[in-house]
């Protein structure tokens, strides 16, 4: 090409062209190089890509698992975050239990009968119930030895005890005015599934008493532990079970603005002089605690997803330096032919950024897929937050430049007759 055309080569080249108004006072002319446009540019970088494509799929390989590592991380700690705090929501955070436990001797406290009236006498609760242990041994029928009871205890419910808890039922129904006076109970869903029971109407042995179940729970997720128990009325656990009529534990639901008001004043009110021996607790706080803890296991599959995407860096780090090497021929004859050191730098930058941002473009997707399809499978609203592909994809250009950097500086120092007399 002519050197005073100012057009480019064809092959990616830059050319120097001369401005006629750029004479010195001698007459001298000034020689400019000439730029590669853009598209000139992404165009030669790409070149290098294609002609080593197994080589450029491993490496960006790499990068794509650190970033598909840190989208599915970030994307189903929100899915899940997200589906917890709908479930709180729908559960509410009002809920308030009070446990009888132990006094400074060891012996078991006993709630009095008529815990549930004097909490309900408390200004701002709206809502108060009791369950209660009851002493007796469940089996699947009488053929089964009384020492093996399935895992699954008795426990006496009053008949608002759903609507305190805003749980359900899934097959049956629940206790009522007449049926809590009666032989028959209402299975959680655990205690179900461990005595075989699957649809209303089967009977099973309360110690030597057969009972008809009623009812199957949904599982109830501020109370898991009712998801393990057989209910029964408590007029019925006293008239066949010997039930004494003393309450375990006692919910009670008040404005969310009153919670801790209430928190302070219900173990004195519902065992008068034996408060320290009342647990009060918020179930809701365990769901809050996952949370927290959904929040530490994230930030340390995050580092694991740094390392992936750090190892990848390194891949497409060796990548280019190997390419420098074997294209050193190809490097002096672009540089006999005109090409600048910062043209050479900006081509094996651009590869880099290239070869990392398939890789990022990739993982990107693919963590995206895993989110949307993890969260599905468990039922979640799949959330994928843009920061994190904004992110994800900056760290990408990041490894890029810092990967490209050092064989592009290098590739940008050999001279035309050192790169030439390469065999």
């Known amino acids: 090409m002519n050197a005073t055309d100012g057009t480019h080569a064809t092959d990616g080249t830059h050319a120097t062209h001369v401005t006629d108004s750029a004479h010195g006072a001698h007459g001298a002319t000034t020689l400019k190089p000439s730029r590669l446009s853009l598209a000139d540019t992404l165009r030669v970088g790409a070149v290098g890509l294609r002609a080593r494509r197994a080589r450029v799929v491993l490496s960006a390989l790499g990068i794509a698992i650190g970033i598909a590592t840190m989208v599915a991380v970030v994307g189903l700690s929100q899915s899940s975050r997200?589906?917890?705090?709908?479930?709180?929501?729908?559960?509410?955070?009002?809920?308030?239990?009070?446990e009888a436990g132990k006094d400074p001797l060891g012996q078991e406290v006993r709630l009095p009968k008529e815990a549930v009236a004097m909490v309900e006498r408390i200004g701002p609760v709206r809502h108060a119930t009791a369950t209660a242990d009851v002493d007796a041994r469940i089996r699947r029928s009488d053929?089964?030895?009384?020492?093996?009871?399935a895992g699954v205890t008795t426990q006496a419910a009053r008949t608002d005890l759903l609507e305190a808890l805003n749980a359900g039922v899934a097959r049956g129904g629940w206790l009522t005015e007449a049926s809590e006076r009666l032989p028959v109970t209402v299975l959680g869903a655990v205690a179900a599934d461990r005595l075989g029971v699957t649809v209303p109407g089967e009977k099973i042995m309360m110690d030597d008493e057969y009972v008809v179940v009623v009812g199957i729970l949904d599982p109830v997720e501020l109370v898991p532990n009712l998801d393990r128990v057989?209910?029964?009325?408590?007029?019925?656990?006293?008239?066949?079970?010997?039930?004494?009529?003393?309450?375990?534990?006692?919910?009670?639901?008040?404005s969310d603005a009153a919670v801790e008001d209430v928190r302070e004043v219900l173990a004195r009110t519902v065992s008068p002089g034996s408060e320290g021996s009342v647990k009060v607790s918020r179930p809701s706080d365990a769901l809050a605690a996952s949370a927290a803890a959904d929040k530490g296991l994230?930030?340390?599959?995050?580092?694991?997803?740094?390392?992936?995407?750090?190892?990848?860096?390194?891949?497409?780090?060796?990548?280019?330096?190997?390419?420098?090497?074997?294209?050193?021929?190809?490097?002096g004859?672009?540089?006999?032919?005109?090409?600048?050191?910062?043209?050479?730098?900006?081509?094996?930058?651009?590869?880099?950024?290239?070869?990392?941002?398939?890789?990022?473009?990739?993982?990107a997707v693919l963590g995206t897929a895993a989110t949307y399809g993890f969260a599905l499978a468990q039922g979640w609203t799949p959330v994928v937050p843009p920061w994190s592909?904004?992110?994800?994809?900056?760290?990408t250009l990041l490894i890029g430049v810092t990967a490209g950097l050092y064989p592009a500086v290098r590739a940008a120092r050999l001279h035309p007759t050192v790169?030439?007399?390469?065999?």
């Open 333 to 363: 004859l672009r540089r006999a032919l005109g090409a600048t050191r910062n043209a050479i730098r900006l081509q094996f930058l651009t590869e880099s950024l290239l070869l990392s941002a398939l890789g990022g473009a990739a993982g």
């Open 82 to 98: 997200s589906d917890l705090m709908a479930k709180l929501d729908r559960l509410g955070t009002n809920l308030l239990t009070a």
């Open 419 to 423: 790169a030439l007399s390469v065999p």
């Open 230 to 254: 057989a209910l029964v009325g408590f007029p019925a656990a006293e008239k066949y079970f010997h039930f004494d009529g003393h309450p375990t534990t006692v919910f009670e639901r008040s």
């Open 298 to 331: 994230t930030a340390l599959m995050l580092g694991l997803g740094a390392v992936a995407l750090l190892v990848g860096g390194v891949g497409v780090a060796n990548t280019m330096v190997i390419s420098v090497l074997e294209r050193r021929a190809e490097i």
């Open 389 to 395: 592909l904004t992110a994800g994809f900056g760290a």
């Open 143 to 149: 053929v089964v030895p009384e020492e093996r009871t």
